[in-house]
């Protein structure tokens, strides 16, 4: 089959289908992907053609202050409305006029998206391409009762009170998706498609699709969440390796079998400041018997190598988690979902702080699932950190979930679940 891939240009969005585009490539389909300038070089070193974008612009976690200044100045749910409308809502027309002149000389028979591609919609009933959507984060709201809106980090309501300031917070964040919802809603009424409710902008990607795939498992979600006939869990979504030369190797004192050893990292976007999570988990560990790999995703490294010279420490720009993981005992995350699974998938339990771009969602989950401790900060102390740590290598509880889940994850096997889909889709063309 002809297949187009497009996910928004985010390593979150782009990174876990990677995996799923090159399975696809060699099983013999014809595989492209839409790619912005950023992720061209991506796709392309995957050996995956890449069409590029002529009309959309390519908004990235690192330009998004660039293009727009005033969103540094803003905070809660003034960013989650700015955010909602310029990241995700904003280049919708021009996406879809790209992947529509793509069309025109890729006749692709299906469109792989990740769920937060709200063009997605307009392939889906303009062009009556099937689409398959990812959802990369905790599965969509669906408006279920008793399922906390996003965006909050809350977890479902036990009392009058919680259930009070679920009503609040569903208000609230309806509000903030309002621009978001006005201008989508104008992109709509420009292709002659029905405008969708002012609470219905999170829905999008589960009807338009023809499947939605969930990345994770019902295990780290919450009981009350009820999923359409469309949706099903797929279990974790491995990235394509990378080249090894942009890899570090695991330190021999991670490979000893009789260290304790802690991995931190903030991820690949909310990393330009290390004071957040990284340093003051340095601070935390440094000098003391438990062997600390950093990650920096590129930011700042030899700058923390200078500050932090004890014998423990080992501070990198990127080393792959499949080589890391199965030697670490524990995770300090900023909660990219990505990021968490890596660690659960490999029996690792999480230490969580982030409040930002929905990981107060994610790090909800772990809390509420026991699977380490939430910090529900976005800039924890040291000393928050070391007693997070010490409570999750030392609680049976936590390392028990962790295993459950662990196994869990490991009993799905996603290439054949798309596979199946697939092979479905087809037999009815």
């Known amino acids: 089959m002809k297949i187009l891939f497009a996910t928004l240009p985010a390593q979150g969005h782009f990174n876990p289908l990677t995996g799923v585009a090159l399975h696809l490539l060699a099983s013999g389909h014809d595989v492209r992907w839409y790619a912005g300038p950023v992720y061209q070089p991506k796709v392309d070193a995957l050996g995956i053609p890449s069409l590029p974008y002529r009309w959309a612009t390519e908004i990235t976690g690192d330009n998004l202050n660039d293009l727009y200044p005033e969103r540094g100045h803003l905070k809660g749910p003034k960013r989650i409305s700015f955010d909602a409308e310029k990241f995700f809502v904003a280049n919708v027309r021009n996406h879809y006029r790209d992947i529509a002149a793509i069309r025109d000389d890729f006749p692709f028979e299906v469109a792989f998206c990740d769920a937060a591609l709200y063009a997605a919609k307009l392939v889906a009933e303009k062009l009556e391409v099937p689409v398959f959507s990812f959802a990369v984060a905790p599965a969509p709201y669906v408006g279920v009762a008793g399922l906390p809106p996003p965006f909050f980090g809350l977890q479902p309501a036990r009392t009058i009170a919680g259930r009070l300031r679920e009503r609040v917070a569903r208000t609230l964040g309806n509000s903030t998706m309002k621009r ?70 695991v330190p021999d004192e991670v490979l000893d079998p009789k260290s304790t050893v802690v991995v931190v990292s903030q991820g690949t976007v909310d990393n330009d400041d290390p004071g957040k999570l990284i340093i003051p988990t340095l601070t935390a560990l440094a000098g003391g018997p438990e062997v600390i790999v950093a990650t920096t995703g590129g930011k700042n490294a030899q700058e923390l ?61 772990i809390g509420y699932h026991r699977l380490g401790v939430d910090l529900r900060t976005e800039r924890p102390s040291a000393r928050q950190i070391r007693a997070a740590l010490q409570k999750v290598l030392a609680d049976k509880q936590i390392s028990g979930n962790v295993a459950r889940i662990r196994t869990e994850l490991e009993a799905y096997r996603p290439y054949e679940i798309i596979d199946k889909r697939l092979a479905e889709l087809a037999a009815r063309a």
């Open 180 to 249: 978001a919802v006005l201008r989508y809603n104008e992109v709509l009424e420009e292709e002659g498609l029905p405008a969708i409710p002012r609470d219905g902008l999170l829905r999008v990607p589960l009807q338009c699709a023809e499947r939605v795939f969930l990345v994770g498992s019902p295990g780290l979600e919450y009981p009350q969440l009820q999923l359409p006939s469309n949706a099903e869990f797929i279990g974790p979504l491995k990235p394509a390796k990378r080249d090894p030369a942009f890899s570090s190797p």
């Open 305 to 365: 190598r200078t500050r932090f010279t004890s014998p423990n420490v080992v501070i990198t720009d990127f080393i792959d988690y499949d080589d890391l993981f199965p030697h670490a005992d524990a995770f300090v995350t900023n909660g990219g979902f990505g990021s968490v699974l890596a660690g659960l998938r490999h029996g690792i339990p999480v230490v969580c702080a982030g409040t930002r771009e929905g990981k107060n969602d994610d790090n909800a989950r």
